[in-house]
């Protein structure tokens, strides 16, 4: 097993550009730090990238799968420090020179400490001439074999060979809160998660039907809020019982109208949620005309209650490609696990699908829709979720 003392992080330039620079970075570390919580971290220092160094030597495999969740990194890279001097880096590598695999090599080296004696130019000249006297490898600036980095910065000087490209994104709290709708689907975790992967915090909502079906959908829907959380440490996760709202409409309305009357209502519920947990936009696993209720007609329809944005990342996805986000997301294996969510409950035969603005405003003449909300909104629960790393062996947020 690998073990490490340092691990550097690199993030895109290009968002950091402008006045926003330290507030980006603030959040990345701080998101770096939540990733990380459990393991011994000495210090995290950005000179020019995240360093960070450790108490006592961690696994690189813990680490990678730990940074690899962290949206707004680009690189991850096991490091050496080797000290502070153009002498100290051939001296380390000449103790690394027989796992060296190849037969040819390049130097790339970069000096963001502009102090330092030599140049980069220098360096990566005087460490070729050195590998190449003591390792028989020939340079090959263009296609190596092996590389061997060399990051000249104030904070010391790194040797690394490898580089792992991390999740990308914005980092989480820096784009604001939403509240993403969870049902235990595939679709909805993915949605969320790439929410979370455009730099925002969630909260998460899930409607049950609960005495009417199981609570499984509940279970489910923790566990995929701690695999969420992976990229953003401790979360709420707000329950709302769902099934006396479902038997009112059923009892009430047209059969045909079930699907988008639950999700008027689901939204109504949830805007209220999201107003008073200060979200700025709602969330959710809709795609266009994947199933009835999310034709254009019927999408509009559910939005006019809202009040606030209803953001759907995956409108303009097939079930294929979000099935691999939801891989990707690590959520899939749990989603797919059998259940009854409320959406099994009073399933009409033949849903609208094209729902009437007319028609739908007519069948909520019958409802009391106030109290209803009401209801549905004083009955949550919220649970604090945290975390779950138990599973993460590898990295799960490899770019696709
Ligand atoms: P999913 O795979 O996420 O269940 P779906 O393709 O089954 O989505 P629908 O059943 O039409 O689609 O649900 C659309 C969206 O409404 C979901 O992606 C989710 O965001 C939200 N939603 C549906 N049911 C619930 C629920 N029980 N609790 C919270 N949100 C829900
Ligand atoms: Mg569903």
């Not at 140049?119 to 005087?126: D, L």
């Not at 509240?179 to 915090?201: C, E, N, Q």
Request: positive net charge; contains cysteine.
């Amino acid at each position: 097993m690998e073990l490490l003392s340092h691990v550097i992080a690199t993030y895109h330039e290009v968002a950091l550009k402008g006045g926003n620079r330290g507030f980006f970075e603030r959040a990345l570390v701080r998101n770096v730090r939540t990733a990380l919580d459990g393991l011994p971290v000495a210090e995290i220092s950005v000179p020019s990238r995240i360093v960070i160094r450790f108490a006592a030597p961690v696994a690189w495999v813990e680490v990678h799968a730990r940074l690899a969740t962290v949206f707004g990194l680009v690189g991850i890279l096991p490091a050496v420090r080797v000290g502070g001097t153009y002498q100290q880096i051939e001296d380390h590598v000449a103790t690394h020179l027989d796992e060296l695999r190849g037969g040819t090599f390049a130097i790339r080296c970069h000096r963001s400490d502009k102090k330092f004696p030599l140049r980069s130019e220098e360096i990566a000249r005087r460490l070729g001439q050195f590998v190449k006297d003591h390792s028989g490898m020939a340079v090959d600036l263009s296609a190596p074999e092996v590389t061997i980095h060399v990051l000249v910065q104030s904070d010391g000087i790194f040797v690394y060979r490898k580089r792992f490209t991390g999740a990308g994104g914005l980092p989480v709290g820096t784009s604001g809160r939403v509240l993403a709708l969870l049902s235990g689907g595939i679709d909805s975790p993915a949605a969320a998660y790439m929410a979370l992967k455009r730099g925002t915090r969630a909260i998460f909502l899930h409607f049950h039907s609960a005495p009417y079906t199981s609570d499984a959908s509940v279970r489910k829907v923790e566990e995929i809020v701690r695999i969420l959380n992976r990229h953003q440490g401790t979360s709420q996760l707000v329950i709302v019982p769902f099934g006396d709202c479902q038997r009112e409409i059923v009892s009430r309305c047209p059969e045909a109208l079930r699907v988008v009357l639950y999700r008027r209502m689901m939204l109504r519920v949830a805007a209220r949620v999201a107003r008073r947990m200060r979200c700025h936009a709602l969330i959710t696993g809709e795609s266009l005309n994947q199933v009835a209720s999310q034709t254009l007609e019927n999408l509009a329809a559910i939005d006019r209650v809202a009040h606030l944005p209803v953001l759907r990342p995956l409108v303009g996805m097939d079930k294929l490609e979000i099935m691999q986000y939801a891989e990707r997301a690590g959520t899939f294996e749990i989603s797919i696990l059998p259940d009854q969510d409320c959406c099994t409950l009073f399933v009409p035969r033949h849903p609208s699908t094209a729902a009437k603005m007319r028609d739908v405003e007519e069948a909520e003449v019958n409802l009391d829709i106030e109290r209803m909300v009401a209801d549905a909104c004083a009955a949550r629960e919220k649970e604090r979720i945290g975390p779950d790393w138990a599973s993460s062996e590898t990295p799960i947020a490899l770019q696709l």
